[in-house]
């Protein structure tokens, strides 16, 4: 079975960049909506969850490799999807 190539770092580097800054404007989005939840309410715990996951990924560097920068790209790309969802974007 053939393995897809994977992009160049510098790709990797600039679509990362983009991500972290889309990312943490979603989860500021993100706490302002939580904020105006009732406090530990089923939907308040589950969008406190999401943003919590995201901020891990925003705290993760890209690892020592393009494999691992790889990853972290698709990480903070989910993370990202998650927020939006829970936002209904």
């Known amino acids: 079975m ?3 190539a994977l992009p160049r770092s510098d790709e990797v580097r600039e679509l990362t960049a983009t991500l972290v800054l889309h990312l943490d404007g979603l989860v500021r989005d993100a706490e302002r909506c939580r904020d105006q939840l009732p406090r530990h309410s089923t939907d308040w715990c589950v969008l406190e969850g999401v943003i919590a ?3 891990d990924e925003l705290g993760r560097g890209p690892g020592p490799g393009l494999c ?3 990853l972290h790209m698709r990480e903070l790309g989910l993370a990202a999807r998650r927020l939006l ?3 209904g974007a």
Request: overall charge positive; charged content about 40%.
């Open 2 to 4: 053939e393995r897809p």
């Open 53 to 55: 996951r995201s901020r």
């Open 68 to 70: 691992s920068a790889v």
């Open 85 to 87: 969802e829970c936002l």
